[in-house]
Structure formats: C-alpha cells, structure tokens
C-alpha cells in the first residue's frame, strides 16, 4: 500500500513536467500545424539557463525559473521569425527536418557552453525538505510540482476561454484564412503562440532543476519523446488530452518502472500503438483545440 | 471606391482569372454574375488577397492593395462573407461578432446592438456557439460578422444561395438597410432576380472572363445575353 501511493505520486509528479512540455507542443501544433521537434530544446534549455542564473550569477532559485524561460522566449521568437516561417508553406518533411535539426544544433550548443557532462542540480529553499506521506518520505517539491501543473492547466484554460487573446487565437487554429480575412495578424499571432509554447516548455525544464538531479544535454530528447506520445494520445492540438494524456503516462511509467521493469520504457510506446490502431485521432482531437 | 485593372489568378498552373477588370463606385451595389466555376468566388477572394492575383492592379480608395496580406485589406475597410460562411466554430455568436469588431478596430455605425436589430436571431443566441447554427443563422452571423468590421465595401459570396424565396425577400429588405448606412456591395450570386432587385450594375464571368458588363436592368432585359451566360 505505501509503495502504491508512492509509485502514484511519483507518477503524477512526472507526469506534470510532460505536460508542461506536451501543453506547448499541443498548442503550436493547434495553431501553427508544424509539429516541433525541437520543443524538447527548450525545456532542456529552460533547465540548463536556470541552473546558470543561481549558480553563475548567483540568483534565487524562483528568480531563475522566471529568468530563464523569458530568456527562451527569446530563442523562440527568432527561431519562429526567422526559420519557422520560411517552411510554412513546404511540405512536412521540411518542417520536420528544420525543426529535427534544431534539436542537434541546440544540443551542441548546449555542449560548447555548458561542458559535455552532466552537471549537479542544487536544492530549492524552503522546498527541500520531505513530508511524510503514507508512511514513507515524499519530496516536498514534488509535491509543488503536482499543484503547479494543474495551475497552468487552468491558466492556460482561461486565457484560452476567456481572453480575447484566446478567443483570437482559437478563431485562427480553427480557421486560419477567415481570421485574416477578420484582420488577424496571423504572422504575428504565429510566433506569439510559438513564444508562449516554448515559454511553457521552459518553464518545465526550469521547474525541472531541482527535481532531475542532473542536467544532461539528453534531457530534451527524453521528454520530447514522452510529449510526442502524450499528444499522439490526448490527440493533436486538443490541451484537455495532453493534459489527461501526461499524467496517464507519468503513471504509466511510473508502475512500469516498479511493477515491470523489463518493460519500462517499452511500456508508453505499447500504449501509443495500441491507441493509434484503435483510435488514431487520439482521445480528444476535435473536441477541444 | 474599388478598381481591378487587369489582374490575373492562378491556382497552381490553371489560370483561373484572365485580365479581369472592374470598378465599383462608392455606394453602388455591383453584382459579379455567371455560373459554378465562372470565376466569381476567386475574384472575391483576389480582391481580399486569399488568393492574390499574380498581375494587374488593385486599388480601393486610390490606394494600392493587390498582394497586402488579407489582415491589411480588412483593416483598409473590405470585410468578406464566403460562400461557405466559415463561421468560427467554437466561439459563441456573441463573441464570432465582437471578435469581427476588436481585430480590425475600424469605428463606427455597426456594433453588436445594431447588428442584433438587424438580426434578432442573433440576439436570441447569443451564447451558442456557431457550430449549432442553422444554416441561414449562419449566413446571418457571418454577414453580421463582416458588418462588425465596419467596412466600406462588404464582399458577399453567394448571399441568396440556399435560401427559400420568402428569405431572400427579406435579405432584399436587409441588403436595403445595410446600404442606407453607405455601403458599398460587390456580390457574387448566381439569382438573376435577386441581383436585379439589389444592385444597379452587373458583370457576367466566365471561364474567367468578363464577358459582358452593364446596368442590371439591361442585363435582365437582354434575352440573349442571359441565356448564352446564365441560365442553366
């Protein structure tokens, strides 16, 4: 029974971070159609420019987790301006081959500034400690872990319903060339959109800091993999899937990981098959965007 | 008000507009008429640069817009009705109509409230989202949509298209009350009657040619020309 609600915990607590991850590629997937490779990078990125902010330059903890993902806003803005855009019109392949080759290039870059190696991750004050719950030690950050991802949910759910922002946004993932003819700016909505999905995917690699132990350059290809199934899952561009879908997969691995380790990472992609033959659009395409 | 001056659209490699050239004046109500695939809903869309012709000149109010992007159009004050309506699914009435009104920030006479006196329709489903919508509430809507804009000259593809004769009667009357707030109109529509009773000037298409321009009454006295390009 202890074990049970630990490995649940556990499960939950990851499943926040793909979320986070998955939450941006869903919505630029939504919005932009171009399925981006590279969103992984930012969380990686978001990781790697926190750690530098409290580390190099001495920082609070918090201060990085807003820092360091603003400073990502930045590699997504010219990352959409000035590459995405020029692909819009090709063909996927092409769009897959930029974004795929964004990945190699952030990773080196990383490498080069950061060193090959795995670099330590620092603790969090007023978080370090551990609650006990169910008759055993759980992290008290995992646990803001599991609040903070249902806050963005949330967040995220409001600005899309509610603002005009939102509405804005919803009018041009529905109808791309009617929201122009309205006078959106679909140029600029495009890359604020893609700004806001790498800020999310950054501020779960910040986020992630404290909770990975390690940073490594590989970071971003593991989560980018899980975030590429949850989406596959929940279905493309719908948020409520990708939400329900990270958290199905963090448990998922979660108990694969206690119950049948030989399958471990096999397990997701099992999954992921099994939904594509039986319901290919995922659980929610369509139901929401 | 609207010049075309020769311009050419491609889809692809079919050259689907060949040297079309029109005017309208401002507060006229000009038809574009012709058959399924005449070329009438690509003009429309040329003009609003979805589809951007390759050559020839555009200008509304003396100003150059072949090749603006369809946000600039809108914002010079062209606001489009599609054939299809393409109302936005999973935003309410209410918020398909203002969202018309906050992109394109143009000011002046149509608001939510004076599109809603027009259509009550509108008013009375206000919070259902488009996607429930009939298909005249949707015409409604969408028309409404693209009078939220406050334009100066509305597009409007197909307006009588579907609609049973006692409701095209009345988009006669509405067509009417729009254009006492001095409208412009160029309207595609295959109803030869129906354009009579709202425009004054016609042009016929087809395979992407004007081939005949006149007043609606000439056109609609014109036996031989009616049957040669309208009728079915």
């Not at chain 1, 997504?76 to 020029?86: D, Q, S």
């Not at chain 2, 001095?182 to 009657?193: C, V």
């Amino acid at each position: 029974m202890e074990s049970f609600v630990h490995v649940c915990l556990a499960g939950i607590s990851a499943g926040m971070f793909i979320w986070l991850v998955a939450s941006g590629l869903t919505l630029i997937f939504g919005v932009l159609r171009v399925l981006n490779f590279a969103h992984g990078s930012f969380y990686m990125l978001g990781a790697y420019l926190c750690y530098t902010c409290l580390r190099f330059l001495g920082i609070d903890f918090w201060l990085g987790v807003i820092v360091g993902p603003l400073a990502v806003c930045v590699v997504g803005y010219v990352m959409e301006r000035f590459l995405l855009r020029r692909v819009y019109d090709l063909e996927l392949p092409y769009q897959l081959l930029l974004t795929f080759s964004m990945v190699l290039i952030f990773d080196e870059l990383v490498k080069i500034i950061w060193g090959a190696g795995s670099i330590g991750s620092p603790s969090v004050p007023g978080l370090s400690g551990s609650l006990m719950i169910a008759g055993r030690n759980f992290p008290v950050y995992n646990l803001f872990i599991m609040i903070v991802g249902p806050l963005v949910a949330v967040g995220l759910w409001a600005f899309l319903e509610r603002s005009w922002w939102g509405k804005i946004i919803r009018a041009a993932a529905s109808d791309r060339e009617m929201a122009a003819a309205i006078g959106v700016k679909v140029p600029s909505l495009y890359t604020a959109v893609f700004v806001i999905g790498a800020w999310l995917s950054a501020v779960g690699g910040a986020l992630a800091v404290p909770y990975v132990g390690l940073l490594t350059t590989g970071m971003g290809e593991a989560i980018i993999i899980n975030a590429f199934v949850v989406v596959v899952i929940g279905g493309l561009g719908s948020l409520k899937g990708a939400f329900l879908g990270a958290l199905f997969i963090g448990l998922l691995s979660s108990f694969g990981t206690r119950y049948i380790p030989t399958l471990d990472m096999s397990l997701t992609f099992i999954l992921m098959g099994v939904v594509l033959l039986w319901r290919p659009q995922g659980f929610f395409a369509g139901v929401d965007r | 008000m609207l010049e075309m001056d020769k311009i050419n659209t491609y889809y692809g490699t079919s050259h689907v507009l060949q040297n079309v050239s029109l005017t309208v004046r401002a507060g006229q109500s000009v038809a574009l008429l012709g058959r399924n695939g005449a070329g009438k809903t690509t003009t429309l869309r040329s003009i609003m640069g979805l589809t951007p012709p390759k050559t020839g000149a555009i200008r509304f109010e003396g100003t150059p817009i072949r090749g603006l992007p369809p946000y600039e159009v809108a914002k010079n004050g062209i606001s489009y009705m599609p054939d299809d309506l393409r109302i936005f699914p999973d935003l309410t009435c209410e918020e398909n109509l203002e969202l018309a009104r906050r992109v394109c920030k143009r000011p002046g006479y149509w608001t939510r409230e004076k599109v809603e006196q027009l259509f009550p329709v509108l008013a009375d489903r206000r919070k259902q989202k488009g996607l429930s919508f009939s298909g005249g509430e949707k015409k409604m809507l969408s028309l409404g949509r693209a009078l939220m804009m406050n334009p100066s000259l509305v597009l409007l593809d197909e307006p009588s298209e579907g609609l049973a004769p006692l409701v095209v009667r009345k988009l006669v009357e509405t067509i009417g009350e729009i254009r006492q707030h001095g409208l412009t109109l160029l309207l595609a529509d295959q109803n030869l009657k129906f354009c009579k009773q709202v425009c004054e000037y016609g042009y016929i298409l087809e395979k992407g040619i004007i081939v005949h321009e006149g007043s609606m009454e000439a056109i609609w006295a014109n036996e031989e020309v009616v049957k040669r390009y309208l009728a079915v």
